[in-house]
């Protein structure tokens, strides 16, 4: 083969490769995937699909990649199967999902995405067209090929791409991030510290703080259920409400200046005002519509703060009521807890530790619990052996909760139960569908 040497090929010769070998791919991937940003070979490596290939440059010579490497991506992504009606939203989203503070990595997918679309007046029917100068790949997938737009009320876009491009994307993410954190190791950098114990104050909160007429900072009034059992979409159009919550205390932390008002997505009632960070930590993390990925920060939710955390999601009369969650938080509930004993480990320097990172869908509505059914998974095991690891229905896993709710937070159980029903609204907000229809955002 041109370009080889001591089983390396040259960048341009690995593009070439890279499109032959995956030209009846079902998922479409783009040229130029090893000398176009985002691709970045001087880093030492090359994200393909979910695969990562290192890059190496000989002394004097070219950057080059091991042919053995393409060849090895292309027939994973081979493998892939592509439904291009199984769809995920990836946005936009009225507040982006944010990453785990120690994930973020270069590739930064959804981010990218956004950013593009947002810049092009015309969306993806902008971007299908193929003269547009800006890339159009990631890890070597072309996905403006596989991007769906659909609109709401004839202005609202929202866009979409196929489920297994998107964990494809997952998988690239994970896989730059395992690789950046082994590099630093390497190199003798500090390892990743560990989350804080409390959320960290926002930078804005820490530079605007409210001040009292004498000129010094006014500190933040505790909140006391002041707007327990108001509605959301009642309470956020009154004049003077942003101005309101800013006066008091974050409800959960305690120790930072409130700036949202947190609710209920899927009753509609306020919860409490929160710190931006609170409110951050408060929502599941990479939420496609009906699939999360259950984040490492669910061990400080669900043990060393669960007491605030329960209080603050029961401040809303429909999920006290029902004594159970909002369906994601249930959802992430049951995987991280209910379904640990079912999380298989794998054996590491220094003892074993949890196999893969925790993702768990749904199917259904929550408005008919009999239909929904909770399935909890692995992505990114190691050696690619564990997959589904449980299917809960809805039904069962809020009679678990709440059997672990009495025994964990008494308190807090007392105060639910079907006798609270009073004042609740006769229909709640529907913010599930059947996922074999259309609208499946949450929010």
């Given at each position: 083969?041109?370009?080889?040497?001591?089983?390396?090929?040259t960048l341009?010769?690995?593009?070439a490769?890279?499109?032959?070998?995956t030209?009846?791919s079902?998922?479409?991937?783009?040229?130029?995937?090893?000398t176009?940003p985002?691709?970045?070979?001087?880093?030492?490596y090359?994200?393909?699909?979910?695969?990562?290939?290192?890059?190496?440059q000989?002394?004097?010579?070219?950057?080059s990649?091991p042919?053995?490497?393409?060849?090895q991506a292309?027939a994973?992504?081979?493998?892939?199967?592509m439904?291009?009606?199984d769809?995920?939203?990836?946005?936009?989203?009225?507040?982006?999902?944010?990453?785990?503070?120690?994930?973020?990595?270069?590739?930064?997918?959804?981010?990218?995405i956004?950013e593009?679309l947002?810049q092009?007046?015309?969306?993806?029917k902008?971007?299908?067209r193929?003269?547009?100068?800006?890339?159009?790949?990631?890890?070597?997938?072309?996905?403006?090929?596989?991007?769906?737009?659909?609109?709401r009320?004839?202005?609202?876009?929202?866009?979409w791409?196929?489920?297994?491009?998107?964990?494809?994307?997952?998988?690239?993410e994970?896989?730059?991030?395992?690789?950046?954190r082994?590099?630093?190791?390497r190199?003798?950098?500090?390892?990743?510290?560990?989350?804080p114990?409390h959320p960290?104050r926002?930078?804005?909160?820490?530079t605007?703080e409210?001040?009292?007429p004498?000129?010094?900072?006014?500190?933040p009034?505790?909140?006391n259920n002041?707007l327990e059992?108001?509605l959301?979409s009642v309470l956020?159009k009154?004049?003077?409400?942003?101005?309101?919550?800013?006066g008091?205390a974050?409800a959960?932390?305690?120790?930072?200046?409130?700036?949202?008002?947190?609710?209920?997505?899927?009753?509609?009632?306020?919860?409490?005002?929160?710190c931006?960070?609170?409110?951050?930590?408060?929502?599941p993390?990479?939420?496609?519509?009906?699939?999360?990925r259950?984040?490492n920060?669910?061990?400080?939710?669900f043990?060393?703060?669960?007491?605030?955390?329960?209080?603050h999601?029961?401040?809303c009369p429909g999920?006290r009521?029902?004594t159970t969650?909002?369906?994601?938080?249930?959802?992430a509930?049951?995987?991280?807890?209910a379904?640990r004993?079912?999380r298989?480990?794998?054996?590491?320097?220094r003892?074993?530790?949890?196999c893969?990172v925790?993702?768990?869908?749904?199917?259904?509505?929550?408005?008919a619990?009999?239909?929904?059914l909770?399935t909890?998974?692995?992505?990114?095991?190691?050696?690619?052996?564990?997959?589904?690891l449980?299917q809960?229905?809805?039904?069962?896993?809020?009679?678990r909760?709440g059997t672990?709710?009495?025994?964990?937070?008494?308190?807090?159980a007392?105060?639910?139960?079907?006798d609270?029903?009073?004042?609740l609204?006769?229909?709640?907000?529907?913010?599930?569908?059947?996922?074999?229809?259309?609208?499946?955002?949450?929010?």
């Amino acid at each position: 083969m041109p370009g080889r040497a001591d089983g390396l090929i040259t960048l341009g010769t690995a593009d070439a490769l890279w499109v032959d070998l995956t030209a009846d791919s079902a998922v479409p991937t783009a040229p130029d995937a090893f000398t176009r940003p985002p691709a970045h070979a001087r880093a030492g490596y090359v994200l393909l699909g979910g695969y990562l290939a290192t890059t190496v440059q000989p002394s004097g010579g070219q950057w080059s990649v091991p042919e053995t490497a393409v060849r090895q991506a292309a027939a994973e992504l081979n493998t892939v199967e592509m439904d291009r009606h199984d769809l995920i939203r990836i946005g936009p989203f009225r507040t982006a999902p944010r990453q785990e503070p120690n994930e973020e990595t270069p590739l930064r997918w959804r981010q990218r995405i956004t950013e593009e679309l947002l810049q092009e007046p015309d969306g993806p029917k902008r971007a299908a067209r193929h003269d547009v100068g800006r890339p159009h790949h990631l890890a070597g997938i072309d996905w403006r090929q596989t991007l769906v737009e659909q609109t709401r009320d004839g202005t609202r876009r929202t866009w979409w791409l196929p489920r297994a491009v998107v964990k494809l994307l997952d998988a690239a993410e994970h896989a730059e991030t395992q690789w950046v954190r082994a590099a630093r190791r390497r190199q003798g950098g500090a390892a990743a510290p560990e989350p804080p114990s409390h959320p960290r104050r926002p930078r804005d909160a820490e530079t605007r703080e409210a001040t009292s007429p004498q000129g010094r900072p006014a500190s933040p009034r505790p909140y006391n259920n002041e707007l327990e059992g108001q509605l959301y979409s009642v309470l956020s159009k009154k004049p003077g409400t942003s101005r309101k919550v800013t006066g008091w205390a974050c409800a959960v932390c305690r120790t930072t200046p409130a700036t949202v008002l947190d609710h209920c997505h899927e009753h509609g009632y306020v919860r409490a005002p929160v710190c931006q960070s609170c409110n951050t930590q408060e929502r599941p993390d990479h939420l496609y519509s009906n699939d999360i990925r259950v984040a490492n920060r669910y061990t400080r939710l669900f043990h060393t703060d669960t007491d605030d955390w329960l209080r603050h999601w029961h401040r809303c009369p429909g999920c006290r009521a029902r004594t159970t969650l909002p369906l994601p938080h249930l959802a992430a509930w049951t995987a991280h807890t209910a379904c640990r004993s079912l999380r298989p480990t794998h054996q590491v320097p220094r003892g074993r530790k949890p196999c893969g990172v925790l993702r768990v869908s749904w199917t259904g509505s929550q408005q008919a619990p009999r239909s929904c059914l909770l399935t909890v998974t692995v992505d990114f095991c190691p050696s690619g052996e564990h997959r589904i690891l449980a299917q809960v229905s809805y039904r069962e896993a809020a009679e678990r909760f709440g059997t672990w709710l009495a025994g964990t937070a008494p308190d807090v159980a007392a105060a639910a139960g079907p006798d609270c029903l009073d004042g609740l609204p006769a229909q709640p907000r529907s913010v599930i569908t059947d996922t074999s229809g259309e609208g499946l955002a949450l929010f």
